[in-house]
């Protein structure tokens, strides 16, 4: 699907990748997180519109993984001088902590998911059916996994206001449309030029590699959801004096 992008570039196609860029506000209260998505979605932006093509288009998949995560790092470290700059004086919501966990290990999986299958094989990372499919994978149960490790160490953090409940509707329905595109590429077999031809396998795999996105999909939605409602009514501290002074009396 992204090199289906870069290919044609129609600004149709792009449209459920520009919405993503709701979760950098999403984390708006940590710099170093926001403006790293925000640069990896510009290194994303650069390498797939100067996608390598011809005899070249197999390294599209290590082009890509090198930009994102060159410009998360610069926009991290960019972050960090802001954060210093203009520190924050008022606690975090829980739902900086699920999200963050969640995306951090749900990128850490995809890219072991991605890479390792090369990097035991000793062989140039490339883009394929089957890298794919274990990206899905590893993606998945990077993400679930951070999701309740989030979820755990967030049970005594504030609830999300009102501003921050919209963002994550936003950012669920972003999610949802990126990835409903991307089954919708899968099932369409629209890989562009870096995966030129198939084998039987890739093929008869193509279904399940499209059940796994979409199953991935819905795990993101649903925590963002969860955590939008959680807490939903008045925190529990602010009945706590009165509480107190029904046992005092």
């Known amino acids: 699907m992204i090199a289906g992008f870069a290919n044609y570039r129609s600004w149709i196609d792009w449209v459920p990748i520009v919405s993503l860029l709701a979760m950098p506000l999403l984390f708006r209260q940590v710099p170093v997180i926001s403006l790293a998505m925000v640069g990896a979605f510009v290194g994303f932006v650069a390498i797939s519109l100067t996608m390598p093509l011809g005899s070249n288009a197999e390294q599209l998949g290590a082009n890509v993984a090198l930009g994102v995560l060159g410009g998360a790092v610069f926009g991290a470290f960019l972050g960090a001088a802001v954060a210093r700059w203009q520190p924050r004086t008022t606690p975090r919501d829980g739902s900086v902590t699920v999200v963050g966990y969640a995306a951090g290990l749900g990128l850490m ?64 329905a972003s999610i949802a449309s990126m990835g409903a595109a991307i089954v919708a590429s899968i099932q369409q077999r629209s890989f562009g030029p870096s995966i030129d031809g198939m084998s039987r396998w890739d093929r008869q795999h193509l279904a399940l590699t499209a059940a796994l996105y979409c199953l991935d999909t819905t795990i993101a939605v649903l925590t963002l959801v969860a955590v939008a409602v959680r807490g939903s009514g008045p925190p529990a501290t602010s009945q706590m004096p009165a509480a107190q002074l029904r046992t005092q009396n």
């Open 109 to 172: 999986g995809a890219l072991v998911g991605g890479f390792a299958p090369s990097v035991l094989a000793r062989q140039p990372p490339d883009l394929d059916v089957a890298v794919i499919l274990l990206v899905a994978v590893g993606g998945g149960l990077g993400w679930s996994t951070g999701a309740v490790i989030g979820w755990w160490s967030a049970r005594s953090a504030l609830p999300p206001g009102r501003t921050q409940r919209w963002v994550l509707g936003v950012a669920a």
